[in-house]
């Protein structure tokens, strides 16, 4: 499947392109989906601009400049129990009719970070489920022609303040290949709504985790938005203990929705040989245009000594004891028998003198005899 998604303002443009490579890689691991998503680099706000991508159709917002982002994106505050209506035209760039699936779609965190909209067939509770279309779901549109969908985004009473993010999705299906799958291109126009009230911008971190990467550290932590607002994030490895430094996380940039969840990861090089060093995440959310936080993780203690080299010079400091110890157990040895030896040749010269020596005697140590 192909998922184009396109971009509006300069806000945004930083959140689609944060989002649309995790958007790409979670909609592609999806059953019956052959490759990853393509991105258009540009909006199409009609067929004949010289921007548009090649693709054999374009969605463009049909209230563009009113209740619209530039870019087409749509983004309303509405307060609970409040609806508005609006419409998106959908844009037949081919040779022949083409037949699109349009849908409302919630959208979720992606594998990895980002944002994706949900499948036609699952089920929608909040975005997804507040948009109705005032056509049908299929709609046919001839050749180089152009068809205006309407629709409404009705927020249910009670709903509670905050940001919520959904799609207006535009579907068109392919053929079927011969192993069984099937192509499906989508242009998914994000719907941002805030519902007024008291925005809670709140956020947990998970235990910061380290394990070894080669020459270097590679530190991971997890990014909760345990409030009401979507906020995009940035982090850092902030690390004491000799010069302070500090390394960016990555990914950067990203938007969590709220309820998200969203991983960051960054690698600590150039270790030293001998000292410890102290590291925390420092992760900085952000609301659009709205206040900002900055949460600290626990601190993860690292600790560097040489054991290898100080392993090879243990072990040559003990072979050199070792050899000390036996060499002088056996000079101390050779001293004992030479005393016994010495005192056996003075007891026969004795004896000697006595006329009670033996007929042959031994000769003297002392005269001739080896040493250790």
Known sequence: MRIVLIRRSARVRRFVAACGAALAMGLALLPGLPGP????????????SSSAPALPFGVQAGLYGLTTLPGGHFSYSLKAGARVDDSAIIYNQSAGPLTF???????????????????????????????????PASVTVPAHGQTTIGF?????????????????????????????LSTETRIARLVQ?????????????STLQSRRAGSGETFTVTVHNTGNV???????????????????????????????????????????????????????ATVPNGPKRVVRSNTVRLS???????????????????ALVLTRRRWRSWL?????????????????????????????PGEGSESP
């Open 304 to 322: 560097f000594f040489p054991w290898v080299a100080t392993g090879s010079v243990a072990v040559v400091v003990v072979g050199a004891i070792v």
């Open 193 to 205: 709504l805030t519902v007024p009230g008291r925005a809670d911008l709140e956020l947990s971190l």
């Open 152 to 180: 409404s985004l009705a927020v249910p009473p009670g709903t509670p303040p905050g940001t919520y993010v959904g799609a207006f999705v535009t579907s068109l299906r392919g053929a079927h290949v011969d192993n069984g």
């Open 336 to 364: 004992v028998r030479r005393r016994q030896e010495r005192v056996a040749v003075r007891a026969l010269r004795a004896q000697m003198r006595s006329g009670t020596a033996p007929p042959t005697a031994p000769s003297d």
């Open 101 to 135: 699936q349009v849908y409302g779609a919630d959208v979720s965190m992606a594998r990895g970070g980002g944002l994706a909209p949900a499948q036609q067939t699952q089920h929608m509770t909040q975005v997804g489920a507040w948009l109705m279309l005032h056509t």
């Open 37 to 48: 998503a393509a991105w258009a680099k540009d909006p199409t706000p009609s067929p004949s």
């Open 230 to 284: 979507l906020f995009a994030m940035d982090g850092k490895l902030r690390v004491s203990g000799g010069k302070p430094s500090s390394v960016t996380l990555a990914p950067a940039g990203l938007y969590v929705i709220p309820g998200g969840t969203a991983t960051l990861r960054g690698t600590l090089s150039g270790l030293p040989r001998l000292g410890r060093r102290g590291v925390t995440a420092e992760i900085t």
